[in-house]
């Protein structure tokens, strides 16, 4: 329910309903928990997430990615970028992912390539993250440098994948895609 209610928008009651249990002396499990920080990210209440983060004894990967998320979603960047740097797991691509996309909302050019180092050290950079630094320079005016990060893609083979969506007529599946303009002949 905790969750249910935060994906919804309802993050005070999410938290209404989280105190209720710890007042009856119910230990949350780690969905529950995450259901606490995506409320609190939902409602922008980045105190009462940080707290949250605080007070679990053994936080997982999912639950510190739901909180850079909501640092980035605040415009704290710093935090986010010094939580990913102090995590006890080795951060995952969401959680990069995340950092990014939030530099190119933040116009964080320096950030974003920061991040981009990172993640093109770990060998595991994906398409989307060279889509999303491309995207930071072209809206910064840098399209030398948009110009440059495509050129690495093509030189180490990354493919953005197409689009899809499925639609389901009368017991049939039917999928449509959305084809690069570069590979239409």
Same mark, same amino acid.
Request: proline share 4%.
């Given at each position: 329910?905790?969750?249910?209610?935060?994906?919804?928008?309802?993050?005070? #009651?999410?938290?209404?309903?989280?105190?209720?249990?710890?007042?009856?002396?119910? @230990?949350?499990?780690?969905? &529950?928990?995450?259901? /606490?920080?995506?409320?609190?990210?939902?409602?922008?209440?980045?105190?009462?997430?940080?707290?949250?983060?605080?007070?679990?004894?053994?936080?997982?990967?999912?639950?510190?990615?739901?909180?850079? #998320?909501?640092?980035?979603?605040?415009?704290?960047? #710093?935090?986010?970028?010094?939580?990913?740097?102090?995590?006890?797991?080795?951060?995952?691509?969401?959680?990069?992912?995340?950092?990014?996309?939030?530099?190119?909302?933040?116009?964080?050019?320096?950030?974003?390539?920061?991040?981009?180092?990172?993640? &093109? @050290?770990?060998?595991?950079?994906?398409?989307?993250?060279? /889509?999303?630094?491309?995207? @930071?320079?072209?809206?910064?005016?840098?399209?030398?440098?948009?110009?440059?990060?495509?050129?690495?893609?093509?030189?180490?083979?990354?493919?953005?994948?197409?689009?899809?969506?499925?639609?389901?007529?009368?017991?049939?599946?039917?999928?449509?895609?959305?084809?690069? @303009?570069?590979?239409?002949?």
């Amino acid at each position: 329910m905790i969750l249910g209610l935060a994906m919804h928008g309802r993050g005070e #009651d999410a938290l209404s309903l989280f105190a209720g249990m710890q007042q009856a002396g119910v @230990t949350p499990n780690e969905v &529950t928990l995450l259901g /606490v920080l995506t409320a609190c990210c939902h409602a922008g209440l980045i105190e009462e997430g940080l707290q949250q983060l605080d007070a679990m004894p053994e936080p997982r990967i999912e639950h510190y990615g739901c909180v850079v #998320d909501m640092l980035d979603r605040a415009g704290r960047l #710093d935090e986010a970028e010094e939580l990913v740097a102090a995590m006890p797991a080795h951060p995952d691509a969401l959680i990069w992912g995340s950092l990014l996309a939030a530099c190119r909302a933040h116009d964080d050019v320096e950030r974003a390539e920061r991040v981009m180092r990172r993640r &093109t @050290t770990d060998a595991d950079a994906d398409a989307g993250d060279y /889509v999303l630094m491309s995207n @930071t320079y072209a809206s910064n005016g840098r399209h030398g440098e948009v110009v440059k990060v495509r050129r690495q893609m093509r030189r180490n083979e990354i493919d953005k994948v197409p689009d899809c969506s499925l639609i389901e007529i009368d017991g049939v599946v039917h999928e449509f895609k959305a084809i690069p @303009t570069n590979s239409i002949r």
